[in-house]
């Protein structure tokens, strides 16, 4: 992936510095579905850097001024133009516009520089702030998977079955809303 600017962002492959950060992030996990990244120190940060730093899937999000990580964006090819899409940001900098700003790039490259006819994204249905960022990006919620998938459990030890929706984007009417 080419590194992206935005007017307060950088989009760019992850580098050793940014562990502590993916740490901030990735030691707390606030949506069940990171759940499996949850990470405990500094040297199991480092390790996953290292992984993400070859992966084109995975995208770092940081300040344009400082280079501190924010947080990520993934975007895992499926078919030769279908891209499943998320993102996963530190509480510290919510509320600020950097998930809209960088999602706005991320779909701006995918449609014009990699070709994507269709992106979607899978989001929880208690996760407010992620079905908001994909209604604003006018997604189509094209279902809800009930009981979709497990990421926990409950106290008793049983799996607690997630409810799911999908939100959906065209390259077609992507571009009619940016015409707008």
Not at 58 to 73: Q, R, S, W
Not at 93 to 106: D, I, M, T
Not at 147 to 165: A, C, I, L, Q
């Amino acid at each position: 992936m080419q590194n992206i600017e935005t007017q307060r962002l950088r989009l760019r492959h992850f580098i050793e510095a940014d562990a502590q950060g993916l740490l901030e992030y990735l030691g707390q996990p606030r949506v069940n579905c990171f759940l499996d990244d949850k990470i405990n120190t500094l040297q199991e940060a480092q390790l996953k850097i290292q992984k993400r730093s070859k992966d084109d899937s995975y995208i770092a999000v940081c300040l344009k001024d400082t280079n501190e990580l924010i947080g990520e964006l993934f975007a895992l090819k499926e078919e030769p133009d279908t891209y499943c899409v998320g993102w996963n940001f530190n509480a510290r900098f919510e509320g600020k516009g950097y998930a809209s700003e960088s999602v706005q790039a991320l779909f701006q490259y995918l449609f014009t520089q990699m070709q994507a006819r269709r992106l979607y994204a899978y989001v929880e249905d208690d996760n407010y702030r992620s079905q908001k960022l994909c209604e604003r990006f006018k997604m189509r919620q094209e279902g809800c998977f009930v009981e979709f998938v497990s990421m926990t459990t409950y106290e008793d030890g049983t799996p607690k079955y997630e409810n799911t929706f999908q939100y959906a984007l065209l390259k077609k009417e992507w571009l009619q809303h940016q015409s707008m």
